[in-house]
């Protein structure tokens, strides 16, 4: 009797763990009508998009909204207008920099593409950052506060939590760069 009630106590766990596993993957992306933002009673409701039926096809994240949206774009996944209006330039820049060196973490590397592919030169420059080498001064805690990169990232871009996203560069590495391209 003890054997069979163990049994069956296991049974429940085992299936409430793949209940529990079946809701995270489904929360991923909060109904609009449970996420507190949109009111359930709305008219218009049924004719807005439910997050998860847009986001699931895409590439996979492990944090913020759960999409890579770099990935989205270079893979064609997603294929957005880059302006509202079709006479506006469209400006992209490919080199990257590296913006810190030789601390206690990885160096990061900014990359300019990534940014232009989603973001005006005027975002950043020249209120946020000065379009020059070494004009500016970083710190991660004014990072913290939403400050520099924290203006967006966090925000609107991938969370500060992924520090190596942007720590990237390794000091092996980083030796190997400098070797070859002295700044
Ligand atoms: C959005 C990009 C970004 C993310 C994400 C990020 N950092 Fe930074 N971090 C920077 C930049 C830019 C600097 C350069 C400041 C400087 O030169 O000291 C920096 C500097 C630092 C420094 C001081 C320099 C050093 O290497 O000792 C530390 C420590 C640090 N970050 C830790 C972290 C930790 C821990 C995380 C994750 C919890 C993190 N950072 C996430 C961009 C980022
Ligand atoms: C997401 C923010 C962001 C966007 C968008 C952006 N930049 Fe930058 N840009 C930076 C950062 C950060 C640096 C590094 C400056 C430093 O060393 O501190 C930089 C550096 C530069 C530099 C100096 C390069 C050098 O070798 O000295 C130029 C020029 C520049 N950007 C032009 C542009 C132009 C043109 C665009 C649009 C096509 C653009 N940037 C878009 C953030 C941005
Ligand atoms: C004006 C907004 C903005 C600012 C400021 C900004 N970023 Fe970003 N960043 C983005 C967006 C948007 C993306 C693309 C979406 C994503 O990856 O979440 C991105 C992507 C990235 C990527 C990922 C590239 C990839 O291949 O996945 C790195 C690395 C990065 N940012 C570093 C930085 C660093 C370092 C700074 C500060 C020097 C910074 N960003 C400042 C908006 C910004």
Not at 46 to 66: C, H, I, K, S, V
Request: charged share 20%; proline share 6%; aromatic share 4%.
């Amino acid at each position: 009797m003890a054997l069979c009630k163990r049994r069956s106590l296991r049974v429940v766990l085992g299936a409430a763990a793949l209940v529990a596993a079946a809701a995270a993957t489904a929360s991923l992306w909060a109904r609009l009508q449970d996420d507190g933002v949109h009111d359930p009673r709305s008219p218009a409701m049924a004719q807005l998009q439910q997050p998860a039926e847009a986001l699931a096809p895409l590439p996979r994240d492990t944090a913020g909204n759960q999409v890579n949206w770099v990935q989205a774009l270079d893979s064609g996944a997603i294929a957005p207008r880059s302006t509202l209006l079709d006479s506006a330039p469209v400006r992209t820049r490919d080199d990257s920099f590296l913006i810190s060196r030789f601390g206690s973490m990885p160096a990061v590397r900014f990359p300019h593409r990534q940014h232009t592919l989603w973001l005006d030169c005027a975002n950043c420059h020249e209120a946020l950052f000065k379009s020059q080498r070494g004009a500016n001064r970083y710190s991660m805690s004014a990072i913290l506060e939403g400050e520099q990169c924290g203006v967006c990232h966090g925000a609107v871009a991938f969370p500060l939590t992924e520090c190596n996203r942007c720590h990237s560069v390794s000091n092996a590495q980083l030796l190997r760069e400098l070797r070859g391209q002295p700044r």
